[in-house]
């Protein structure tokens, strides 16, 4: 399972990469007004720390703004992903943007008919958002689990990135399903080593070593 980060703070990119478990990061207009600063500046200073696929996302809502959008954000580095959101011009900028080699991320996907579509449109990734399902007390990872089903179903190469985590039984669920990818926010990916019976049994270990040392 691939690991992004969901974020667009230098710091959280840096520690997370150190750990070695960043393989992209996804971004979205939030999360980069979130940091104050200049988007493509951010977009590019994440493309220097990271080897993976980064998304950016577009900010206009006709396909023609999204396009002119697009060509600049992937112009910033090759690794830049072009985030759309599930509309119809979002899916005639997916095929347009698709034929000129640039790659997609179809996000804001609440529906498996929308993911098929994203598909269908040449979307290199989806992000179905299963926190905000589950906010409304639908269940999210089931969408995951019939956007699998159906991409196998007609082969589809396009990548399920599971977005909006919010703990992480949503990655373990997803990743139990065969999601390809969960983007992460950092405070839930911190959790994921932890674990009370582990550090117990590390000291336990260092315990008895010592108390072993102390008398030879
Ligand atoms: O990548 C999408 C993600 O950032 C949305 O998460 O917590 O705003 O639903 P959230």
Same mark, same amino acid.
């Given at each position: 399972? $691939?690991?992004?980060?969901?974020?667009?703070?230098?710091?959280?990119? *840096?520690?997370?990469?150190?750990?070695?478990?960043?393989? %992209?990061?996804?971004?979205? =207009?939030?999360?980069?007004? $979130?940091? %104050?600063?200049?988007?493509?500046?951010?977009?590019?200073?994440?493309?220097?720390?990271?080897?993976?696929?980064?998304?950016?996302?577009?900010?206009?809502?006709? +396909?023609?703004?999204?396009?002119?959008?697009?060509?600049?954000?992937?112009?910033?580095?090759?690794?830049?992903?072009?985030?759309? =959101?599930?509309?119809?011009?979002?899916?005639?900028?997916? *095929?347009?943007?698709?034929?000129?080699?640039? *790659? +997609?991320?179809?996000?804001?996907?609440?529906?498996?008919? !929308?993911?098929?579509?994203?598909? $269908?449109?040449?979307?290199?990734?989806?992000?179905?958002?299963?926190?905000?399902?589950?906010?409304?007390?639908?269940?999210?990872?089931?969408?995951?689990?019939?956007?699998?089903?159906?991409?196998?179903?007609?082969?589809? !190469? +396009?990548?399920?990135?599971?977005?909006?985590?919010?703990?992480?039984?949503?990655?373990?669920?997803?990743?139990?399903?065969?999601?390809?990818?969960?983007?992460? =926010?950092?405070?839930?990916?911190? *959790?994921?080593?932890?674990?009370?019976?582990?550090?117990?049994?590390?000291?336990?270990?260092?315990?008895?070593?010592?108390?072993?040392?102390?008398?030879?």
């Amino acid at each position: 399972m $691939k690991f992004f980060l969901d974020t667009a703070n230098i710091d959280e990119i *840096r520690a997370a990469n150190e750990m070695g478990m960043v393989d %992209g990061v996804t971004t979205n =207009p939030s999360l980069i007004a $979130k940091e %104050g600063r200049e988007f493509h500046e951010v977009i590019r200073e994440i493309a220097g720390l990271i080897e993976g696929p980064i998304s950016a996302e577009v900010i206009g809502l006709d +396909t023609g703004s999204m396009v002119k959008e697009a060509r600049v954000l992937a112009a910033i580095h090759a690794n830049v992903v072009i985030k759309v =959101p599930m509309t119809v011009d979002g899916l005639k900028a997916v *095929r347009i943007l698709a034929g000129e080699g640039i *790659r +997609t991320n179809v996000t804001l996907i609440f529906s498996p008919l !929308q993911a098929l579509m994203a598909a $269908k449109a040449g979307a290199a990734y989806v992000s179905p958002f299963v926190g905000r399902l589950d906010d409304l007390s639908q269940e999210g990872l089931s969408l995951v689990e019939q956007v699998l089903r159906i991409y196998q179903n007609y082969d589809y !190469q +396009t990548e399920i990135i599971v977005a909006s985590v919010r703990h992480p039984l949503h990655v373990l669920e997803a990743a139990l399903m065969g999601a390809h990818i969960a983007t992460i =926010p950092f405070s839930v990916l911190k *959790r994921f080593a932890d674990h009370p019976m582990t550090e117990k049994g590390i000291a336990a270990f260092l315990a008895d070593w010592k108390k072993a040392n102390e008398t030879t």
